[in-house]
């Protein structure tokens, strides 16, 4: 007879994916402990431990949570009415919207002031974090790809340059705390601007053919 397995409650797994955003940019990698996790999301230690092996996977499953409210499949990969530029402009938006957060700033300066110290922290951030957006913005590229919308080569390449163009001078300069912020026309103005730029090069007849190192 196969060992019975727990089965885990997607309720007590949101309220400590919760407490996890709120108590690492607080107190600290280093000083967040499961003990807390558990006390800000009502629940025991023991159930922590039983939907999260360890702090470092609670942390990586954290950012996932946090990019994948920026690049949403859903909506997505069911819609074949929509243009491909509304399309882009939703997530171009939607993924502005989500590092300029005040969860997503708090995570991003939690990490560049603890890199230093713990690499490991840094390594995990990029991984679940941009290239984890990377990848689903590839993904969707390649969606586009096989309905013939666009002839991109490189997925991967144009996913990175998108990204990049996308954090522009505004992801900077809130890190920075360095004023003024952005209100949300301009925003909506600077992703606009973001997506005309991704079009000439990717959305023509001869697709620009680039590589990055990124």
């Known amino acids: ?27 600290g990698y280093d000083k967040t402990t499961m003990d807390d996790i558990a006390k800000q999301a ?10 999260y092996k360890s702090k470092d996977q609670l942390f990586t499953r ?29 997530i171009g938006l939607n993924l502005l919207t989500l590092i300029t957060s005040k969860e997503g700033m708090a995570i991003t300066r939690l990490v560049v002031a603890e890199a230093g110290r713990y690499p490991k922290l840094a390594r995990l951030y990029y991984e679940s974090g941009t290239q984890r957006i990377m990848q689903l913005l590839a993904e969707f590229l390649d969606g586009q790809n096989a309905r013939g919308v666009i002839a991109v080569p490189n997925t991967e390449s144009a996913a990175a340059y998108f990204f990049a163009l996308l954090k522009g001078q505004y992801f900077l300069r809130m890190t920075l705390g360095v004023p003024p912020i952005p209100s949300e ?11 005309a730029i991704f079009l000439a090069l990717y959305a023509g007849k001869t ?8």
Request: charged share 25%; proline share 6%.
């Open 42 to 51: 009502g629940v025991t230690k023991q159930t922590v431990y039983s939907h």
């Open 207 to 214: 697709p620009m053919h680039t590589k990055s190192s990124l």
């Open 62 to 90: 954290m950012i996932d949570k946090l990019c994948q409210r920026g690049v949403s499949h859903a909506p997505i990969a069911g819609t074949k009415t929509r243009s491909f530029e509304s399309l882009l402009l939703e």
């Open 185 to 195: 026309r301009e925003k909506k103005a600077h992703v606009k601007e973001v997506v």
């Open 1 to 27: 007879m196969a060992p019975r397995t727990r089965s885990v409650d997607p309720r007590k797994s949101d309220a400590i994916l919760r407490a996890a955003i709120e108590l690492f940019p607080q107190l």
